[in-house]
């Protein structure tokens, strides 16, 4: 049940069209309510009203001091070790969904049943929660209208159906859990144990890339029983109702982090209490130290939040476990001119859209000046200190960028559309435009894979929304991970995996019985073992010979379609079941294997049972 037009999933560079980004205009997404009508107050005010930190822009050339970080996605160094060179998807499903997760989420679900005197039901066994998960997976791939659809006769689907009841499977939904609600103090605490976990993973499984993107999600909900500071309103967005979440990501579109919008200067997971800031050189070869490394300065977070809003307090509680050096990507939502002199006091690399009342008092043109200048035309300013520069160019409209290591130079030529000649025509741009266009597409490639297979059911709960994108993004990383360590590692040689087929492998094997995963397990390590130990030796002979030790366990005693076959041939082959020495004309139609089947021996009976 493929589907190849929404499946062509493999990652891509965003290059959207810079054209669309309205600098000047302020984005109205978020008219959801209270909270966030005073978040865009606040952003506003906060930073027109404060005295200029840039004394003039008269400055000549942009100077970049900043550290230097290259580093690119990869395992770290803990995984890489633990993760075989012919790693299968189960693999990478289990840097995310470790044994202590499973039975953290067992237990929490038992207690909640008892909690809730559902004791009728049987209790949730971590085979229960494999089956469970196994079930949310395949229906995110092969979707059908309704759960119950899964065990109807008309839709019957035997991978699901024929392992587990319908009936189970509803009442695991029902007790899922991931809090003591006798210990709850807050409604976010549902999910929020989950959420901290995958933040956590996400930093200890890889090495961060060198360009990182900053922007918003939106999760759909369109219920009335979450909390009110939770529940958004983004008309200009294609989700127009849910929850936003800030998240960071890479060009590859790995989520390194995400936090939970739940109100003006307020956040839910990885940044609750920002760590005080200061400056300090990193050399290049210093790539591991992050903002948390730096000696602080006590700055209290109200003062933070008036000088550069509450929307750059997003942008500094999502880089405080990012390696000094990084370029960080953001958009005009968060961006300031302050900003922007912050994060060069912290070493980070910069680039921006701009709003035209974040400028410090820049003297670039105005919107109906520029109306004036021909496509192409740009200038640049550049503050007294030559650390940062504004820049504004005119494509249909003006768009004001700015960056602390990135200028004009050198110069790039974009095609756009000439009315008067009806035809594209050359437009030069300044290279902050091509930079921002290249690396600022990381959180819009993650919401496209979300949006391939999400798992689709509804539930009266209103967090457990969350929680399945929780699960989808855990996916979606580890998948990244394995394209992404198949294309580095040659000696792989495997095809970039789908993320349909990834996503199904691992729903296959959960809705197994846990025998045949542990034995699905053993053969995958053996056939790892066996390539590994292949490349230290010599080529094989090129004669193909029969052997019993081909054959996976997994096939062996699987106890299906194992028939005997009569093989007619001058001469017979030797039995390949243990201590037989006998030869036969018989074999096995599944394991390609021979094996004596007579009166006085049955070879083929004992070979296929443990």
Sequence with gaps: MENDSSDDDILYSMNSDISDINSDEAEDDSVSGESDLSCESVDDESVTTNISQFESWSGKTLKCNLPFYDGELKLSTDFESKIPRNASPIDFFRLYFTPELVSYIV???NLYRIQNNKTKQSPMTETDFN??????????????????????????????????????IMSLLSILHFHDNSI??????????????????????????????????????????????????????????????????????????????????KVISGGSHLPDLASKRVSRTTVTTTSKDIKLFDVPRDTLLKQYGSSGLVVLDLIKDVPVGSSIFIDNYFSSTKLIKKLSQLGFRVTCTLRSNRLEKCP???????????????????????????????????????????????????????KKKRCKADVVAPQIINQYNKFMGGVDTLDMLVALHPIPFRSKRWYTRIIWRIFDLMIINA???????????????????????????????????????????????S?????????????????????????????????????????????????????????????CSKCNVHLCLHSSKNCFTQYHTR
């Design 107 to 109: 237990n929490q679900s």
């Design 131 to 168: 089956l469970l998960m196994g079930f949310l997976f395949y229906s995110s791939v092969v979707p059908l209208p309704n759960k119950r659809d899964y065990w109807s006769s008309f839709s019957r689907q035997p991978m699901v159906a024929d392992v587990i009841t319908r009936d189970r």
């Design 184 to 265: 709850e103090k807050n409604k976010f605490e549902k999910f929020d144990p989950l959420l901290k976990y995958f933040n956590e993973r996400c930093k200890l499984i890889v090495v961060p890339e060198k360009n990182l993107s900053i922007d918003e999600q939106m999760i759909a909900y369109k219920g009335t029983t979450a909390p009110t500071s939770f529940r958004q309103y983004m008309p200009k967005k294609p989700t127009k109702r849910g929850f936003k979440v800030w998240t960071r990501c890479g060009v590859s579109a790995f989520m390194y982090e995400m936090n939970l919008y739940c109100g003006a200067s």
């Design 364 to 418: 670039v043109s105005t919107e109906k000046q520029f109306e004036q200048k021909e496509k192409g035309y740009y200038e640049q300013f550049i503050s007294d200190n030559n650390t940062c520069t504004v820049i504004g160019w005119k494509d249909s409209k003006r768009v004001l960028l700015g960056s602390n290591h990135i200028g004009t130079e050198p110069e790039i030529i974009l095609k756009r559309w000439d």
């Design 479 to 525: 998948w990244i991970i394995m394209n992404t360590r198949s294309n580095s590692d040659g000696a792989i040689g495997r095809e970039p995996f789908r993320l349909f087929h990834f996503k199904l492998e691992i729903a296959k094997f959960l809705l197994k019985k846990p025998k045949l995963q542990q034995l699905q397990l053993d053969s995958i390590n």
């Design 527 to 587: 056939i790892s073992d066996e390539n590994e130990s292949d490349e230290e030796n010599e080529p094989p002979p090129k004669k193909i010979r029969e052997f019993a030790s081909s054959v996976t366990q997994l096939i062996r005693y699987d106890g299906s379609d194992h028939w005997p076959t009569f093989v007619s041939a001058i001469n017979n082959t030797r039995c390949k079941n243990e201590k037989c020495s006998g030869k036969t004309f018989w074999k």
